[in-house]
């Protein structure tokens, strides 16, 4: 079974920008769609980006236009581009596969963001 391990989050101001990545224990061309998702103290998990092995991507209305998911199959792994980060965007970042009509069972760590002046 595949695992994935988050990093690349940390402390940033307004503004700022962070690059995640998601380094997979195996094979990630297999999964033909990969999300990242977040959650914040108090709120539901929630998809901000998908990637599909044809190149489509997604994003939540709260993200687009400042996020860029991104997949390297040959490296297995998945980054997530943040730019003009809000406070609101503060949460645990994890990766994961994505399918339209099922949730992942199992979670890895996760990488905290904080946006903060």
């Known amino acids: 079974q595949v695992q994935f391990v988050e990093s690349g989050g940390g402390l940033v101001q307004p503004g700022g920008s962070l690059r995640l990545s998601c380094a997979a224990s195996g094979s990630i061309s297999r999964l033909y769609a990969m999300g990242w998702y977040r959650q914040a103290p108090g709120k539901q998990r929630e998809l901000v980006a998908r990637?599909?092995?044809?190149?489509?991507?997604n994003y939540a209305d709260s993200v687009k236009g400042r996020f860029t998911i991104s997949r390297d199959n040959s490296k297995n792994t998945v980054y997530l581009q943040m730019n003009s980060l809000k406070s609101e965007d503060t949460a645990v970042y994890y990766c994961?596969?994505?399918?339209?009509?099922?949730?992942?069972?199992?979670w890895g760590q996760g990488t905290q963001v904080t946006v903060s002046s």
């Open positions: 990637i599909t092995n044809d190149g489509n991507t």
């Open positions: 994961n596969r994505h399918r339209d009509f099922s949730v992942p069972a199992n």
